[in-house]
C-alpha cells in the first residue's frame, strides 16, 4: 500500500505556502468505502477487505488517513480485532529483535 509507516511531521499552523510552490502529496478521494459500497460487508472473515485497512506493521489505520466514517471505522476495528484473535492478520510485526 502507499500509506507510509510513519506519521507525517506534525504541522502547527497552516501547511505548504512555501518557496516553490504548495506541494500536494497524496491528494486522494477520500470517501468511506462501505458507504459507497453497500454490497460490501464488514467481517473479519474478509480478510483481503480487512488488510486494506491495517498498516504493515499491523495497526489499524486512522479514518483520517483511510477515509472511513465514524460509524463504519468503530464496526472496523472491532472485526479488525476479531480477525487478530483468530490469527487472519497479525497483532504486530512479526519481526522480532
Ligand atoms: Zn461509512
Redesign the pocket.
Known amino acids: 500500500m502507499s500509506i507510509p509507516t510513519r506519521n507525517p511531521r506534525h504541522n502547527s499552523g497552516r501547511e505548504g505556502g512555501g518557496p516553490g510552490g504548495p506541494k500536494r502529496r497524496y491528494v486522494r478521494k477520500k470517501f468511506?468505502?462501505?458507504?459507497a459500497e453497500k454490497e460490501l460487508q464488514l467481517d473479519y472473515k474478509n480478510v483481503y477487505m480487512i488488510k486494506q485497512f491495517v498498516s504493515e506493521r499491523g495497526k489499524i489505520v486512522p479514518r483520517r488517513i483511510s477515509g472511513?466514517?465514524a460509524?463504519?471505522q468503530r464496526k472496523l476495528t472491532v472485526e479488525i480485532k476479531k480477525a487478530r484473535i483468530v490469527a487472519l492478520i497479525p497483532f504486530t510485526a512479526t519481526q522480532v529483535r
Open positions: 468511506c468505502r462501505f458507504c472511513t466514517c460509524k463504519h
